[in-house]
């Protein structure tokens, strides 16, 4: 089945300092969805990308979607402690809008002052 | 508008009992999907529903059923509850548009424990 694999599982980082998770897919994907979990809550969804080679920015957040759609990043430019939680990518299968979403194992991300 | 609302937020039971946790969807989504939450294994999806049909289903054993109500409202249900049950079980509801991907809305889970 389809596996959406996640790097790195932790990641700490000197506030102001930059960070990337990456995200590949075993297979194609219809979209990719980007969430944020801070500690002690529950994922809350950041953006989705659809079309191949897209690049998407939030403030200090980019996003982008590989051109095979299969591999997505998160980049956060200059780090703050608010920037604290895990950072899930999540998948859907080729071909379809409808197909199960199949989330990556999690990036947590510390920000240390 | 009122979010996704997971009832109980916590609950502890023993080894063998069964559990029944619900999902109140944002009002208008029709989609509801069950996640199992553990700290190493991620977000592990049990079942999607929409308009009361199971859309999709992940790998979970037997034991792990749900199902949905006229009104969207979902029920998951876990039998013979074993101590690799204790998870946060969350829930989440989407517009299931007939065009376009399903953002995902999460309520704040229910935390099982399991002696």
């Known amino acids: 089945g389809q596996q959406v694999m996640q790097i790195p599982q932790y990641q700490h980082v000197q506030e102001g300092e930059d960070f990337t998770t990456y995200c590949n897919s075993s297979?194609?994907?219809?979209?990719i969805q980007w969430y944020k979990q801070r500690p002690g809550g529950h994922p809350v969804f950041l953006i989705q990308?659809?079309?191949?080679?897209e690049v998407k920015k939030q403030k200090r957040l980019t996003f982008q979607f590989g051109e095979a759609k299969k591999n997505s990043s998160l980049h956060i430019t200059a780090t703050q402690t608010t920037d604290v939680g895990t950072y899930f990518c999540?998948?859907?299968?080729?071909?379809?809008?409808?197909?199960?979403?199949?989330f990556g194992q999690g990036t947590i991300l510390t920000v240390h002052p | 508008k009122a979010g996704v609302t997971q009832t109980p937020r916590y609950l502890i039971k023993t080894r063998g009992q069964q559990v029944t946790l619900s999902c109140s969807p944002i009002?208008?989504?029709?989609?509801v999907s069950w996640y199992q939450q553990t700290p190493g294994q991620g977000l592990q999806f049990l079942f999607e529903?929409?308009?009361?049909?199971?859309?999709n289903k992940g790998n979970f054993p037997g034991r792990f059923s749900g199902r949905q109500f006229s009104n969207s409202r979902s029920e998951m249900n876990v039998s013979t509850l074993e101590l690799g049950d204790s998870a946060l079980y969350l829930c989440?509801?989407?517009?299931?548009?007939?065009?376009?991907?399903?953002?995902?809305?999460f309520g704040a889970g229910s935390r099982l424990t399991v002696l």
């Open positions: 990308l659809v079309k191949s080679g």
């Open positions: 009002s208008g989504h029709r989609s």
């Open positions: 529903y929409f308009s009361e049909t199971q859309r």
């Open positions: 297979t194609t994907l219809s979209n």
């Open positions: 999540a998948g859907r299968a080729g071909g379809t809008s409808y197909g199960k979403l199949t």
């Open positions: 989440a509801s989407s517009l299931m548009a007939d065009s376009g991907a399903n953002v995902l809305t």
